[in-house]
Structures are given as structure tokens and as C-alpha cells.
């Protein structure tokens, strides 16, 4: 994003707001305000996101790319989505990496014997057969590598890196394979990257560099990496024993799936929302992210029932492969390129279904002021938070070419504690809370494809 003058963005306020007050002085959310109660009022009456969450969940499990659980995910989204009454209902092929787990274990072989609970990192390759045996090395940061670095040579490299923020501290898994056979370490593990632990693994993606050896890369629970760091601080020698089986296999096609209510007088203008319907290989994808996609797909819901009809279309879809790829994301503005300028809005839930809170924007000053407004109609279930930000991964292709984005937040709490581990299950998300995130979603996706001018696009200049 470049930087535009102050004075230019007080204007683009100021017709933002303008823009908002088209009829007889009414502010869009004075306009909007008895739907919005209607939507409201409705979605807290229901708990039948929670509901189709758990059926969702525990009829197909955990949803990774090239499984045949995910797609038979989306034969089952397709299916209902008809029988709810949404209109075009369908997938849209996109091509998706297929990575394999196998089996894999890792041991603590001295000072003493010790399985330790691991998982390998979505993305890394296999050990040999025989699994690495071999010292550990144990790192608090990648600074603290470089400065070490002769004593990694020959060892796997453990870098504890306590959890700050997400962002920050997902660094030593997505690079931490990169930094350590950069040092020659023969194998990568990391701390898990979450703020309380059960003693669980947690895994997600890693990337490796064409330019350096690839070694393989697992990830150890907080307990475990703590442990073998005061095992070293003592002086111990500590051999820890690797074997992952994990490999690639050739792309295979997955499908974003979608359904609509068509806009009654703008039907080629398009508010589309959702989540990914695509998970890790652990857990039940409940958080992450089938609640994203099911809260999207109640609102509309909702709207069809309350025969709420917008103006604009209103396009709930479960993107593929946000987890080990973003080709759902991709796919969507590939197979949108000539109607992405008719996109109004983006809204991506992947951040939990917790209490929500508001949404966090990507766009234009001026549209940031209207999505200000309409968020006033959320301020009675305490979800008008307006913040800048990122919108979501899957939407992040469409939102780069101009679309407003917009992410929902919610209460992050207890988000990473179960974040790509077993734990991912329905029983952590609580049915009201899901019901308010729907009616905020509703809310927000209705008034914007309702109203009757379009969100002011972003220029090349504000984004
Ligand atoms: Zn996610």
C-alpha cells in the first residue's frame, strides 16, 4: 500500500458518507436497521449451524487435499445446498497438491527412551527408511542459529520459539526446515505454534527453498521442546530419532463449492463470503475452517428464509486448499477474471466461529467508511467492530485485484490452542456463538449486496 495525502483521504470520506446518504438524508444504516433486527433476531432463535457443523464433521472427519473425505465433502455441500433452495449451486474444478502423511514417529533415544507425540509438517519429505538418528541441537531463534551455527552441522536442529503472535512465531515452522539445512542440520523440528498445549502436536505448512537441501520437518509438542531445551542447558547429550514416510503425489482436481441467491435486479453483481472447506489431516476441520464455510452458508440460509431477496447476488463459497496450497483462492479469480469488476465485497470467516466481534478491511478509505456504518447495525450483539487488516487467505486473490475484503474476527482465545491438531473438534464451539457469527455475516453481506450503490473499489493507489 502506498501513502496518499491525509487531504485525499478526509475527502474520500467525505464522499463515502455522502455516497451512503442517498435517500432523504438516511444513513444505510437507518435504512438498513429493521432487516438487520430481523436478521439478528432470527439467527439467535437457531442452532442449526452448530448442528450441520457436526454433521458436516463427523460424517466425512478431516478434509485434506486429494482425499477422497474432502471431495465426498463437497458432494455432500452440493447436495444439501440444493435442497436448502440456493440457486447455481456448484463446484468449479480446480487442480490441488496431494501430500501423504504416512506413518511417523519420533523418539527421544538419550539421555533416555521417550516416544515423543509429533506430526509432520504439511509439505515436508520423507526420512530414509530407517528413520534419522542423530543429536539435537535446540535454538530459541534464527539469530541464535546463525550465531551457533557450527554446532548444528550433523544434528537436528530444534528451534523452540516461544508463541508470541501467530504471524511471528509461524516463521520457524514455514522456514525453520530452510534456516536449519542452510547450517547443515539433517532434520527440522519445531516447537509447536500454539499458546497452551495438551501436550499435542500441532501441524500446518513449511516451504522449502530451490536453492537448499531439503530435509524433513516435523513438529513436537511445547512440553517435549521445553523438556530438550533444559536437557541441553543441563549439559545432557540429547539423541532424538526421526522417521516420517511422507511423499507428493501428482495434483489432483478438488472443487470450490458454491450456491447463490440471485440478485433480483443486479444479479451479475456478486457479494461472495465464505470459508475453506479443505483441512488438515488431523482433527475434524471443525474450527478450522468448516465453521467458516457453514456460518456463510447459514446466513444465506437465513435470508432465504426470511425471503430477504438483494439487489445483488449473494455467493457463499468452500474453497479448496487453503491449507497446503491456496489454489482454491487462485481458482476462483482465474475462473472470475471477466466478472472479478463485479465483484462487490469479499468476506472470508477463517478465524474460528467464536464470538464474533467485527471484521477486519481491506480496501479504500471510502468503502471502509460505509462498512463502518453498516456495522452500527451490529453494535446490539456487540460484532461492529470495524479494524484494518487482511481479509482471508482464499479471498486475497480477488481482494489484490480491488475487491473490498473483509475478514471476520472473533474472540481469538482459545483459536490456536487447537489450531491444525486432533483437538480441532466440534465440542470447543458453542452454539449461540456460532448463531452470532452467522447473523453478523448475514448482516453485513446482505446490506452490502442490497444497497443501492456499490462499495467504492480500491485503486492501484490504496492497495
Ligand atoms: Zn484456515
Known amino acids: 500500500m502506498r501513502l496518499r495525502s491525509s487531504a485525499t483521504t478526509a475527502l474520500a470520506a467525505v464522499i463515502a458518507i455522502a455516497a451512503a446518504r442517498p435517500l432523504s438524508g438516511q444513513s444505510v444504516a437507518d435504512r438498513y436497521r429493521a432487516d438487520a433486527n430481523r436478521i439478528i433476531d432470527a439467527a439467535l432463535k437457531d442452532s442449526t449451524a452448530w448442528n450441520r457443523l457436526g454433521e458436516m464433521t463427523e460424517k466425512f472427519g478431516n478434509r485434506l487435499s486429494g482425499t477422497p473425505a474432502l471431495e465426498q465433502t463437497i458432494d455432500w455441500v452440493i447436495a444439501k445446498m440444493k435442497e436448502d433452495g440456493l440457486q447455481n449451486v456448484r463446484g468449479e474444478r480446480v487442480m490441488v497438491p496431494v501430500w501423504v502423511r504416512g506413518t511417523e514417529s519420533a523418539q527421544l533415544v538419550s539421555p533416555r527412551v521417550q516416544n515423543m507425540p509429533m506430526l509432520g509438517l504439511g509439505g515436508s519429505i520423507a526420512t530414509p527408511p530407517g528413520g534419522i538418528t542423530a543429536d539435537v541441537f535446540v535454538v530459541s531463534t534464527f539469530t541464535e542459529l546463525t550465531q551457533k551455527a557450527a554446532q548444528a552441522r550433523g544434528k537436528i536442529v530444534l528451534f523452540d520459539a516461544p508463541f508470541t503472535n501467530y504471524g511471528e512465531t509461524v516463521q520457524y515452522r514455514a522456514r525453520g526446515a530452510v534456516a536449519a539445512a542452510q547450517v547443515g542440520a539433517v532434520a527440522a523440528l519445531v516447537r509447536s505454534v500454539?499458546?497452551?498445549?495438551?501436550?499435542?502436536?500441532h501441524t500446518g505448512g513449511m516451504s522449502y527453498d530451490s536453492t537448499v537441501q531439503r530435509i524433513p520437518t516435523a513438529a513436537i509438542t511445547?512440553?517435549?521442546?521445553q523438556m530438550l531445551h533444559r536437557l541441553q542447558d543441563r549439559g545432557e547429550r540429547i539423541r532424538?530419532?526421526?522417521?516420517m514416510s511422507a511423499r507428493m503425489l501428482p495434483d489432483a482436481p478438488s472443487r470450490n463449492v458454491m450456491g447463490e441467491i440471485v440478485g433480483s435486479e443486479k444479479p451479475d453483481e456478486v457479494v461472495v463470503f465464505g470459508g475453506?472447506?479443505?483441512?488438515?489431516?488431523?482433527?475434524?476441520?471443525?474450527?478450522?475452517?468448516?465453521?467458516?464455510v457453514v456460518v456463510a452458508w447459514e446466513a444465506v440460509k437465513l435470508l432465504h428464509r426470511l425471503g430477504l431477496k438483494p439487489r445483488r447476488t449473494i455467493r457463499v463459497v468452500g474453497w479448496t486448499n487453503e491449507e497446503n496450497g491456496g489454489r482454491g483462492g487462485q481458482g476462483?479469480?482465474?475462473?472470475?477474471?471477466a466478472d472479478v469488476d463485479k465483484h462487490m465485497l469479499a468476506i472470508e470467516s477463517d478465524g474460528g466461529v467464536f464470538k464474533p466481534q467485527g471484521f477486519s478491511f481491506a480496501g479504500s478509505d471510502a468503502a471502509m467508511e460505509i462498512v463502518k456504518q453498516i456495522a452500527t447495525l451490529l453494535d446490539r450483539i456487540q460484532a461492529g467492530a470495524i479494524v484494518r487488516g487482511g481479509a482471508g487467505a482464499d479471498v486475497g486473490p480477488i481482494v489484490a485485484l480491488g475487491v473490498p475484503g473483509l475478514g471476520l474476527n472473533v474472540d481469538?482465545?482459545?483459536?490456536?490452542?487447537?489450531?491444525?491438531?486432533?483437538a480441532d473438534?466440534?465440542?470447543?464451539?458453542?452454539?449461540?456463538?456460532m448463531a452470532l457469527c452467522v447473523a453478523t455475516m448475514a448482516v453485513?453481506?446482505?446490506?452490502v449486496a442490497d444497497m443501492p450503490e456499490p462499495l467504492p473499489r480500491a485503486t492501484a493507489a490504496t492497495r
Do not use: Q
Not at 276 to 292: E, F, K, P, T
Not at 412 to 422: A, L, N
Not at 425 to 433: F, G, N, Q, S, V
Open 332 to 337: 476462483y479469480r482465474d475462473a472470475h477474471k
Open 425 to 433: 473438534t466440534i465440542e470447543k464451539l458453542d452454539a449461540h456463538e
Open 194 to 201: 500454539t499458546p497452551f498445549s495438551m501436550r499435542t502436536p
Open 222 to 225: 511445547v512440553e517435549d521442546a
Open 276 to 292: 475453506h472447506i479443505d483441512s488438515w489431516d488431523v482433527g475434524r476441520g471443525a474450527m478450522d475452517d468448516g465453521g467458516g
Open 412 to 422: 481469538g482465545t482459545k483459536y490456536f490452542w487447537y489450531h491444525h491438531t486432533e
Open 444 to 447: 453485513m453481506a446482505y446490506v
Open 240 to 243: 532424538v530419532k526421526l522417521t
